[in-house]
């Protein structure tokens, strides 16, 4: 009787599994359950958040409230009060919106917790989803270069400072591995000169941006 072609491939995939190990072929239910442990796998992969902590820096456009534990809450700075946050939180938290900023939507979407700020934290367990330093009114450059080109500005915070502060934690976090630390960061996003200029008043350049420029410039021949 001739064998089927089935039966053919069968025996042939059989003695070639033999020859390599005496192995098996699957039988189809151990398929499936390879198949829907891949699928689970995958799914868990999908659902867990891409980083375990993100890290913010900026202005107000990524401030999540440090102003009130830098200012205090009797401060005149709007974002401490209504109607700040009236649409989301109810109350105003020292974002400079009514509602969430961007870095608390990133957040959400890496399947993380809105992010607390730095000044607001107390152990490092308040830090276990990341940090943010961002603080309204800060500059990415420290008043002293605005100071030294004739622009006044106010002492504020600015980008070094809001870094010496993310350094300060990555040394409560991970003292012993800062090299394998993973974490995604947000820069926030800078003070226009023209806001800059207009805090100046006539002493600083008619162009601001030409200005600054012009300060690049000499900077890098130096």
Do not use: K
Request: glycine share 12%; charged share 25%; net charge negative.
């Amino acid at each position: 009787m001739r064998e089927s072609r089935l039966e053919q491939t069968g025996r042939m995939a059989s003695s070639t599994s033999g020859r390599r190990g005496r192995g098996r072929l699957l039988s189809p239910a151990a398929v499936v359950l390879a198949a829907v442990a891949v699928l689970l796998s995958a799914s868990q992969a999908l659902a867990a958040p891409c980083y375990p902590r993100v890290f913010s820096f900026g202005d107000s456009l990524a401030d999540t409230g440090n102003g009130p534990f830098l200012y205090g809450n009797e401060s005149r700075r709007p974002p401490l009060w209504p109607p700040y946050g009236e649409t989301f939180f109810h109350r105003a938290t020292g974002r400079a919106s009514n509602g969430r900023l961007i870095i608390d939507f990133i957040a959400d979407a890496l399947g993380l917790p809105f992010l607390r700020p730095y000044w607001g934290g107390r152990t490092t367990g308040d830090f276990a989803s990341g940090a943010n330093f961002a603080v309204g009114g800060a500059t990415a450059l420290s008043p002293d270069f605005f100071w030294e080109r004739g622009v006044h500005v106010r002492d504020t915070v600015h980008l070094d400072m809001e870094m010496n502060w993310f350094r300060d934690l990555l040394g409560l976090l991970c003292p012993d591995d800062l090299a394998e630390t993973e974490g995604a960061t947000d820069p926030g996003e800078g003070q226009d000169p023209q806001d800059l200029e207009q805090e100046a008043g006539d002493e600083a350049s008619e162009d601001p941006y030409a200005y600054y420029q012009e300060g690049d410039e000499d900077e890098g021949a130096q």
